[in-house]
Each structure stands twice: as structure tokens, then as C-alpha cells.
């Protein structure tokens, strides 16, 4: 049976928009033991218009495969099939990362889910219509090269905006039932929006859960960060508000809780989004994440093997 949680890792960024730049995280990745790296494409100039630049996916897969790691893949952070003007931009850059996922031997491409702003609220009728038309496009092509898409949960930024939350996210993919499309759960988004709104987090988890193939883990108190002013991110971990991406263990996410309640698809992937700033903190939670990965792997097996013993 394949493991639910296939393995660990962490995310990196690019400092000049060079694939060269991340050399440094993926070397010290590799050389703690992580599983995985997952690359974010759009702090890297490897597309120009929608196509890629050949020359820079190249040099991507060159860095890439000096080291053994396995990778996953993040689109834009400005991703949003929601918004009419500029959704066919939108899908022809999702499309090129589904091919740069191929040269680099990525089977994932987490791709943001939209958002509606407030001072379009005409736009909100067909916003979900476009999403799920967007997805159904890009999975076609992600089926081809054997590539998921993962649908991630975001947080409302402004007030009056349309987002939606974790269940909504998760009734997006299972409405659409295609074996390339999942949802990626990024806890501290879910625990930020459930306080925002209202909700209860461990439900919204739930219900994200059965869809879930891929794992943004990073630590934050769940508190919007509002309309203050932070001259420094220090600011910000010092008032515990916003979307930290902080160590596991400095904010209130139940971790503890959360691995041993819920589970995953089969081949979901751990990525820890920490911040570089807690660079002598990753190793420590790279244990911790190991610790629950096995936990979910092991009560899957528990639970498989139960249910294979023959009664007497």
C-alpha cells in the first residue's frame, strides 16, 4: 500500500529571479535529510508572456539535479483563475510550470485558489465558473505529463473580498473528480481564515482532508494581521499576527492534534514553508515533521491491517 505522507521538505525562493540562487537552500535541504524541495517558479524568470525561456529552464534543471532530492513545484502567489482579465494569462502560465514540472521530475504544481475583489463585485456570479473551467483545462494537460495541480487554500486579505475557505476549496476539487486536481491544505491559511470568519478550524481540516495530496506546514497564532503597519517580520512574530511562517511549535497550530486525526491521500508530500530567518530551527522541525508523517503512515497501515485480518 502507498504511504499516505510519501515524504518531507521545504520550500525555496529565488533571490534574483536566477535559478542559481536557491543552490545554497537545496544544498543544506539536502545535506539535513529532507525528502523534498519544493521550488517556487515565480520568484524565478523562466517565463516571458506565458511561454518559457528555454534557456532558463536549462539552468533550472541543471541546479535541480545536483542534488537528491525529490521536487515539487508552487505556481505564482498572484495565481487567480477567478479573475476575468487576465484568466487566459493565467492558464497559459499554468500550463508552461505543468512543463517545467516535467524537466525538473515534479509530480506537483500547487496552484492558489482565486479571489473576487471587493470593488468588482459583478465579477462574483461566475468567479467559481471560471475557477473550475481553468481547472478542468489545466488538469487535461497535467494528466499528459502525469502532474497534480493542487488547489490551495488562501486567507481574505481585504474586506469585502470573495475567497473561499478550506471547504469550499475542497468541494471545488471533489466537484471536479479528476485524478490530477487536489487540494492542498495549508493549515496556517486555514487557521488565519477560520478566525476571520468564524469557523471552526478543526472542522474546515476535516472536510479539506479526504482531498488533500500536498501539505503547506508552518506555524502562525491564526490571528489576521489587520491593518498594522510591520517595518520588520519581527514585528509581526512579535505580535503573533498574520501569516507568519513561523517554526513548528512558535505559534498555537494543534500539530499534535491534527496529525492524529486526520489523514491524506496516498503520495501526499510535507512541505514546510518556514522562513529562511529560521534557518537554525529547520532541522529541528524537519524531526517534527518526520514524526508526523509516521504517525499518519503507521495508523494508515494499523488501520489497513485490521481491516485485511480474516475474522475467525
Request: glycine share 8%; proline share 4%.
Amino acid at each position: 500500500m502507498a504511504k499516505i505522507i510519501s515524504g518531507v521538505g521545504f520550500n525555496t525562493v529565488s533571490k534574483d529571479g536566477h535559478a542559481e540562487s536557491i543552490v545554497n537552500d537545496l544544498k543544506y535541504y539536502s545535506d539535513i535529510g529532507a525528502d523534498f524541495a519544493e521550488v517556487c517558479l515565480g520568484t524565478i524568470d523562466i517565463l516571458a508572456g506565458g511561454r518559457v525561456v528555454r534557456d532558463r529552464l536549462a539552468a533550472l534543471a541543471n541546479v535541480t539535479g545536483q542534488y537528491p532530492l525529490q521536487y515539487s513545484v508552487h505556481g505564482l502567489v498572484s495565481s487567480n483563475f477567478m479573475n476575468a482579465s487576465t484568466l487566459r494569462h493565467q492558464i497559459d502560465v499554468t500550463k508552461s510550470f505543468i512543463e517545467v514540472c516535467d524537466a525538473i521530475g515534479s509530480t506537483l504544481l500547487v496552484q492558489h485558489s482565486g479571489f473576487v475583489s471587493s470593488n468588482r463585485p459583478a465579477d462574483r456570479a461566475e468567479a467559481d465558473k471560471r475557477e473550475h473551467d481553468a481547472l478542468v483545462e489545466v488538469a487535461e494537460v497535467a494528466a499528459k505529463y502525469d502532474v497534480r495541480v493542487a488547489l490551495e487554500n488562501i486567507f481574505t486579505v481585504r474586506a469585502g473580498e470573495y475567497r473561499k475557505t478550506p471547504t469550499q476549496v475542497a468541494e471545488t476539487v471533489r466537484a471536479l473528480d479528476h485524478p490530477n486536481v487536489v487540494a492542498t491544505t495549508d493549515f496556517s491559511h486555514a487557521y488565519i481564515e477560520s478566525t476571520y470568519r468564524g469557523l471552526d478550524y478543526m472542522k474546515e481540516l476535516s472536510h479539506m482532508a479526504p482531498m488533500t495530496g500536498h501539505l503547506h506546514v508552518h506555524d502562525s497564532f491564526g490571528r489576521p494581521a489587520g491593518d498594522t503597519p510591520f517595518f520588520y517580520p519581527q514585528e509581526a512574530s512579535a505580535l503573533g499576527l498574520g501569516d507568519l511562517h513561523l517554526p513548528i511549535g512558535w505559534g498555537s497550530i494543534p500539530w499534535e492534534q491534527i496529525f492524529a486525526e486526520l489523514t491524506f491521500l496516498p503520495g501526499t508530500i510535507l512541505m514546510m514553508e518556514i522562513s529562511n530567518r529560521f534557518r537554525s530551527e529547520q532541522a529541528s522541525c524537519l524531526a517534527k515533521a518526520r514524526g508526523f508523517a509516521e504517525a499518519v503512515n503507521r495508523r494508515s497501515q494499523d488501520s489497513d491491517t485490521m481491516t485485511r485480518t480474516p475474522t475467525q
